[in-house]
């Protein structure tokens, strides 16, 4: 299963995808670092520096290709599991500030994961998505998915 991309606006990517698994697990995966360090980042090896809480801020670095990607942000909203916001900023770009909403919902055991970017222009939406953001966002969301099956 791939995710969904959607830009329903000039200054935004809506991007869904289920997992077969309960949403306090889904939720947990996303937001603790002992389970974000096996998947974010396309499962590449990754630093996770990360204090949950609104008002906390979170690092995370990438180690892929012999290179180094940090992304930082901070927390701006928590509702435990059903979801939270954050900042995003990729480092060698910082100003490039985006807000991110992720909503976990889940039916019948399965967990479907909405985030909703929201960029300051059409440009940085735009420019995420030349960055090969949506290719990216499934290896790790694979990642997450095989991740999960180990889990339960």
């Known amino acids: 299963m791939s995710i969904d991309v959607r830009t329903p606006t000039d200054t935004t990517i809506v991007m869904t995808r289920s997992f077969d698994a309960p949403r306090e697990l889904v939720f947990a995966c996303h937001t603790r670092p002992e389970h974000i360090r ?3 980042g396309r499962g590449n090896p990754l ?3 990360l204090d949950f809480r609104v008002g906390g801020r979170w690092r995370f670095v990438e180690h892929a290709d012999g290179q180094e990607h940090a992304f930082r942000g901070e927390y701006k909203a928590i ?8 900042t995003f900023e990729y480092e060698p770009m910082a100003g490039h500030i985006v807000t991110e909403q992720y909503v976990f919902s889940e039916e019948n055991g399965r967990t ?5 970017s929201t960029f300051d222009t059409r440009e940085d939406r735009d420019g995420m998505i030349q960055s090969g953001m949506e290719g990216g966002a499934n290896q790790s969301y694979d990642a997450l998915e095989a991740y999960l099956t180990k889990l339960q």
Do not use: L, N
């Open 38 to 40: 096996h998947w974010w």
């Open 47 to 49: 630093d996770v520096e």
């Open 79 to 86: 509702d435990a599991p059903h979801g939270y916001t954050w």
């Open 112 to 116: 479907t994961v909405t985030s909703t």
